[in-house]
């Protein structure tokens, strides 16, 4: 975390344009949505803002569609 505030503040004087967060297509786990839970608990409800979610998926026909996905999963 302490890594994290170091990178923040060099961004001065603008800030943050956003962060990225990396996710494979599937349910989240409990260790993902603790992940998030502490970027919003650390910096704020207006991270929101600035997250851009990348969502990385197998090679495997079988993995489910991307819009059917996000649909299912409201909580992302």
Known sequence: ???SFRCISLCDPEGVH???LVLPVGPLTDEDKGELE????TFKSRVNDFILILFTVETDPTA???LDFVKLNKDI
């Open 38 to 41: 502490t970027i919003q608990n």
């Open 1 to 3: 975390m302490e890594e």
């Open 18 to 20: 956003a962060f990225i």
């Open 64 to 66: 489910p569609a991307f």
